[in-house]
């Protein structure tokens, strides 16, 4: 769409675009100018924005370029290790929720069986000369009371460990 | 046919490799370059920023912003021209995102120079003519007319800058030129008439 157009608008652009108006404007086109609205505001307008240009250039504070080159350095060193630092943080999440799985599947195996698994090792160990329930109380193999102390050494390993990887993420 | 050449392992993980900082792809050009780059651009770019918004200190902010992202850009343009243009584009969208955002509801927090822009001294400078008109425009079509008429950026590059569909520049363009050449005339007019 093109509304209102002007035959002489193309040529106007031109001259203006060249600096040739008004000097080396042809008179006919002067006097369309003066008569035509579209082209008065074409010379109007850009007359206004060019000499405002050359003024706001006059008082702009072009700042130094040395400190915005060191600022994009930094920004762009910060997003590279931002970019490295993300897989890391996924393996760790990974890590941890693998941790996180097999720790409660254990809980709750042990809460199930209870501590069978030490009376099987003593059926075997007497061979060997060692008598393993000197080691820990009898509650232990009582699958009522084991789960009181498994519990509680779960979760000191699950604090230890969320505190290690906490510790290992700091930047 | 020619064996190709095994890839060194510091073009794949330059900086890691040498145990140092790792860092993005290399920057758009060096310091020196910039500088020249710099000089021959930021005036220019400057001018936009504070006329169209009409902020000197947002202006500075602004064309900081724009050349710090240049040069972070992941796919800079070749050349100066395209880097230029794409400068311009940088800036008209911080701009725009400036505009977005809740503007100041308190009168001290707005910049002194749209008052004296409006206070209608006997400045004859062209910010005394143009700053109350320009005030009066929508911001987009500000943008448009100083990409145009101050810049003479061609409506596809405008296109390029704004992000608007090409063909409808010239349309936008020749209204927005009628309201600002009217605003100019009418304050022509009543300059006159002022004793």
Known sequence: MNPGACSREKELTQL????????????????????????????????????????????????????????????????????????????????????????VGLVASQARHGLGWLTRMEALLPAAGMHLERLWPAALLNPGWGILVIVPAIATLALLGGAVVYFSSER | MRKPKPMPLESVFPKLVAGDTPVAAEPLMDNEAFAGFHERSARALWSYLARTSGDPALADDLMQESYVRLLCAAHPPDGEVAGRRYLFRIATNLLRDHWRRPQPSSIDELPEELFIATAGTAQADSQAVLGPALILMRPRDRQLLWLAYAEGYSHREIAEITGLASASIRLLLFRARRKIAALLRDQDSETRRKP
């Open chain 1, 16 to 103: 203006l675009a060249r600096g040739q108006w008004p000097e080396a404007t042809p008179l006919d086109l002067r006097n369309h100018v003066s008569a035509c609205r579209r082209c008065g505001d074409l010379v109007l307008v850009t007359e206004t924005f060019r000499r405002a240009r050359i003024e706001a250039i006059g008082s702009a504070r072009p700042g130094s370029p040395g400190a915005l080159w060191w600022r994009a350095q930094l920004r762009r060193r910060t997003a590279a290790v931002e970019r490295v630092g993300k897989p890391i943080l996924g393996a760790q999440i990974f890590a941890l929720s693998i941790n996180l799985i097999l720790m």
